[in-house]
Every structure is written in C-alpha cells, then in structure tokens.
Nanobody, 124 residues
Framework: QLQLVESGGGLVQTGGSLRLFCVAS????????MGWFRQTPEKARDFVAA????????FYAASVQGRFIITRDNTKNTVYLQMNSLKPEDTAIYYC?????????????????WGQGTQVTVSS
C-alpha cells in the first residue's frame, strides 16, 4: 500500500508563491506518475500537473502552464509543486496522487492512490 502526505499549503497574497510537498511512503517502487490536482467546493477536482517518476517528463494544465513547476526528488520519494504568480482562482485544496503508469497525460480515474490534501488560499 502506498501512502501520500501533502504539506506546504497556506495563505498567500495575489502574485505570491508557495511550494507544495508530497511525500510517498510504503511501496514506492510502484510509483510511475505522480500528479497534483485541486478542488474547490464549487467545482469538481481538476488536474494541475504530473511528472513521470523515472524520466521526469512533465505535463501541465493550461491554467497553470508557465506559473507552476512540478519536480521530484527520487532519493526522498518526494514530489514538489512550485506555484508562482498565484491568483485568487488558484485557491483550492491541492491533492497529490500516484498512478502505476508511464503516461503523464493519463486521466484522473487512472490515479489509484491519493493524499488527504493541503489547503491553498490566495487573497486578492
């Protein structure tokens, strides 16, 4: 069983930055793609970014392209989401997830393991 724990969320002003962390534990040798999603009470969960654990290939939602950067540290079983130029519409609970595949463009149902989420609030 794989466990994911997110951290790094908080309150930030428009234009500011935050860095989210997701630490994986358990059967980490089964990790292939790690992704970040976000959700608000008014909307369904949306894809944000994904990274291939092996080759580092990345994929981003259009809404965050150029502002967010996803990276990983294989030695620490950790994936990061650097969020820059934050906007109020980025406010959400951010979740990390893992899928035992290699394609960073996989749909949400293919992610099998999920963390509990971390709140990000961007004030205007």
């Amino acid at each position: 069983q794989l466990q994911l724990v997110e951290s790094g969320g908080g309150l930030v002003q428009t234009g500011g930055s935050l860095r989210l962390f997701c630490v994986a534990s358990g059967h980490t040798n089964s990790t292939y793609v790690m992704g970040w999603f976000r959700q608000t009470p008014e909307k369904a969960r949306d894809f944000v970014a994904a990274i291939n654990w092996g080759d580092g290939n990345t994929f981003y939602a259009a809404s965050v392209q150029g502002r967010f950067i996803i990276t990983r540290d294989n030695t620490k079983n950790t994936v990061y989401l650097q969020m820059n130029s934050l906007k109020p519409e980025d406010t959400a609970i951010y979740y990390c997830a893992v899928s035992p595949t290699y394609d960073v463009r996989i749909p949400e149902p293919d992610y099998l393991y999920w963390g509990q989420g971390t709140q990000v609030t961007v004030s205007s």
